[in-house]
């Protein structure tokens, strides 16, 4: 099968990020299919796939991935000749309050996938089926593997994993597995470790939809103990780029880190964002800013994230394209 209309696996597509790629991937190869398995958890949402929904090149699948049989059937019925790996529980205050689903979808499914596309590809280990010769496992994971940083400093791919959350450590503990495919194995796969993503389709729980729906709504705007941890923002966008570039040349066995460089402190985020609702929306008097509320931190709270992403920069010569204050205004517009 040529590359060209080979079908590809995405899993998770009905949520933020796997909506944002979905409908880029099917204008970018005008004859490559996509089926999209997604468990339609709490996170998904179909809606975010309307624009796709009768392209005959897209097919949706209700499933999960710890559903063994159901992904064989899938592998078989629809020659996969490619997986991107998006699915997963996501969200860290979830993972405190129930972690044994993180590690049931992260861990036992990404093992459930890793497994079955390597067993319809690979005949032995480093041995490809003439059919499956150049077929890749992409793994979609985050920054948080790294653990934490001080004030100063940066995740780079070689940086020790530490992860801190039962969130981060499942993603740590698939991401492993991913990398013994590789090694045991010769599976072609790769991994990309992202910051924190923002733009249009993100489930509401998360922070920056969080803060423009509450400022809006006229309710408090929570942040967490004194709101000085530091994360690394990235326009979904960018990341979704960053996806296709690695799938598409990024070496077999290798990581990449993908990161906007656009570090902020949460609370000054939350008044920048409570800024701009002043000047695209204006409250009848008074600023947004003066319903910001400090709220009890969260348990393990990480204090900071910062990527480095000279790897990618160089090797493949990805940047992000959109700069941070339009990218978010254009995120308000979107919600609101
Ligand atoms: P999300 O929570 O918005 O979406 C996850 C999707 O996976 C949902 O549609 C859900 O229904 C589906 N899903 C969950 N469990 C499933 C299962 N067992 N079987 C099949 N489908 C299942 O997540 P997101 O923000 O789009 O993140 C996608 C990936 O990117 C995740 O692997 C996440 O770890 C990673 N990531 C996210 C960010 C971010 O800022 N959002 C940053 C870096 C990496």
């Keep these: 099968m040529s590359n060209q209309n080979k079908t590809i ?3 998770g597509g009905a949520g933020f990020i796997g909506s944002n790629f979905i409908p880029y991937y099917l ?8 089926i999209n398995l997604d468990a339609l958890t709490y996170a998904g949402d179909l809606e975010n796939l309307s624009e796709v929904e009768s392209n005959p090149r897209y097919q949706f699948i209700k499933g999960d991935i710890c559903n063994r049989n159901l992904l064989e059937k899938i592998f078989q019925d629809h020659h996969i000749h490619g997986v991107i790996h998006f699915a997963a529980e996501s969200h860290v205050d ?6 044994g689903v993180f590690i049931e979808t992260n861990v036992n499914g990404t093992f459930n996938l890793l497994d079955v596309a390597f067993k319809t590809w690979m005949k032995a ?5 003439e059919e499956y010769r150049d077929c890749r496992f992409h793994h979609i994971s985050t920054d948080e593997v790294y653990g ?9 791919e070689e940086t ?4 801190n959350s039962p969130y981060s450590a499942s993603k740590a503990a698939s991401d492993m597995v991913v990398r013994s495919y590789h090694h045991t194995y010769g599976m072609n796969t790769v991994i990309t470790n992202c910051s924190n993503n923002y733009g249009p389709k993100q489930h509401k729980e998360k922070l920056i939809p969080t803060i423009i729906r509450k400022a809006i709504s006229g309710e408090d705007i929570p942040i967490y103990g004194n709101g000085k941890n530091v994360r690394d923002w990235l326009y979904v966008l960018d990341h979704v780029k960053a996806i296709n570039l690695v799938n598409a040349e990024g070496k077999a066995g290798e990581v990449y880190n993908i990161g906007g460089d656009a570090e902020i402190q949460n609370i000054e985020l939350a008044h920048k964002i409570c800024t701009l609702l002043d000047e695209l929306k204006p409250k009848d008097s008074g600023s947004y800013s003066e319903q910001i509320t400090f709220v009890k931190d969260r348990a393990g709270h990480d204090q900071r994230y910062a990527i480095d992403a000279s790897k990618i920069r160089s090797q493949l010569n990805w ?8 990218a978010l ?3 308000i517009i979107w919600y609101w």
């Design 160 to 163: 020790p994993y530490a992860p």
């Design 94 to 99: 979830n993972s405190i309050s129930n972690p």
């Design 125 to 129: 280990p480093f041995e490809y089926r």
């Design 319 to 326: 940047k992000a394209d959109s700069e941070f204050e339009d």
């Design 27 to 34: 204008a970018q190869f005008p004859e490559q299919h996509i």
């Design 9 to 11: 696996l995405v899993t």
């Design 148 to 156: 934490s940083l001080g004030e100063t400093g940066y995740f780079t």
């Design 329 to 331: 205004k254009e995120t």
